[in-house]
């Protein structure tokens, strides 16, 4: 009875351990980090100025020398991806995996849609940043990228972690150095529907920014690379937004943040660590699952009609709808919910 209690114990204590690694990372490092760094470096180049100075000045030359390395496919380490275990541990915390519907040959390149952006993108992050879920495995010969905003990599070590998981900014340099690579099976992950859906992100709602957002699609004809729709099934229902008493001044705030800053961290709850009755910042336990559709070929075309590439769209938006109606049933979202 005394080894079966000390079992349990040390289980539990083993899963705490693996939950709060995971959350001092993305509840904690990821969203305030970068205020805390720079805060913390002045402080400190103030108190022990003969230590700290120099290590600043260290990390500006390193970042002066890296600065377009962004658009150059970051700096992907391999072991950095396989063995970084809070990701695995994030995949415990919401019983994460990825479902592959189609083979995806390796001798074609890939710009793969993620739907829908979330609050902080944990599908994405776990899919195509980390190894841990097991992609390389299902997709052998594919090399994984994923592409966020430019501003992502001006925080110190921020941009050092995105680039390390494969990371790179959004722009059209970026994606054309990966996909005219020599070697084929290049696969960018691309989140669509930005922090403009991010924004728009609730539990049990689809709402999906995907109208006038059609880079990626004359990017895919410019370059010859397949489309491919992925959908993460619970990625709305790991925070709640907080409206306030006034949602449309809110929204309207928001919108005038993004439209000068170019950025906008959503206004989000979840639930407390220590178990506050009105929440906090720890995402929702919820389960959480990738689907990756099949490819849509694309002919290679340097100079694509907008017919063309409104056509593509429009075929790329159906195929995303199917797969989200083909396996809504399996993740407890009611026949009558849609894609918005």
Known sequence: MIQKKWANFCASLEDWFKISG?????????????????VGAVYLCIAKPFFFVPCVLLYLAWFRYTKEWPEMGGMPWYWFRTHVYFMSWGGDYFNYRIVKTAELPSDRNYIVGSHPHGMVCFGMIMSFASYMAG??????????????????????????????????????????????QKEKGQAISVVAGGLNEALMSAPGKYHLKMKDRKGFIKMAIN?????????HFGENETYKPVTGICPKRLRNMQAHVMKDVGFCMPSLMGRSLIGLPWGGLVPLQTRLVTVIGGPIHVDRNPNPTQEEVD?????????????????????????????I
């Open 311 to 339: 056509h593509l769209h429009t075929v790329y938006c159906e195929k995303l709808i199917e797969l989200f109606e083909s396996h809504k049933g399996n993740y407890g979202i009611r026949p009558e919910q849609r894609i």
């Open 223 to 231: 370059e010859g690379a397949d489309l491919v729709p992925m959908f």
């Open 135 to 180: 992609i390389t495995d299902l997709y052998k010969g594919l090399k994984m990228w994923g592409v966020t905003l430019s501003g992502q990599f001006n925080w110190p070590l921020r941009r050092e972690l995105l680039m390390l998981g494969g990371g790179g900014a959004a722009t059209r340099r970026n994606l054309e150095w990966i996909l005219r």
């Open 22 to 38: 995971f959350l001092f990372v993305f509840c904690g490092f990821w969203m305030f980090s970068p205020a805390f760094i720079i």
